[in-house]
């Protein structure tokens, strides 16, 4: 893959002061993908300006990634739901202590786990 043009890390700051004053060329620089633009309030980062399609591809590359840990959890639970499976005697019972144990819980997890309607 060929490299891309990447952006510095950390963005132009302006103050929110210089935002007024300069509000259409700083619109222009941000808007032309040329330099992110972060504005400070009394010296603490309030807003930042980024070209309407670098926000697009960040929003996309976020869901993507939320959809990545979404997956990387399912497949954390397939894999211990089939560790149980493996250690579970060839007759399909499993008893409620050896579970437990399997599971890491013990009677005091259990005591302490807030009642629950499940019906």
Known sequence: MPPRNIRPVIPTTISATELRTRSSEILDIVSKGHQDVMVLRGNRPTAFMVESIRYSELI????????????????????????????????????????????????????????????
């Open 60 to 119: 996309e590359k976020a869901e993507r990634l939320d959809a990545l840990l979404v997956l990387a959890e399912d497949v954390a639970l397939y894999r211990a739901s089939e560790e149980v499976v493996r250690n579970t005697p060839d007759d399909g019972y499993i008893g409620q202590k050896e579970l437990m144990m399997q599971l890491g819980l013990t009677e005091e997890d259990i005591e302490a786990a807030p009642d629950e309607d499940l019906g």
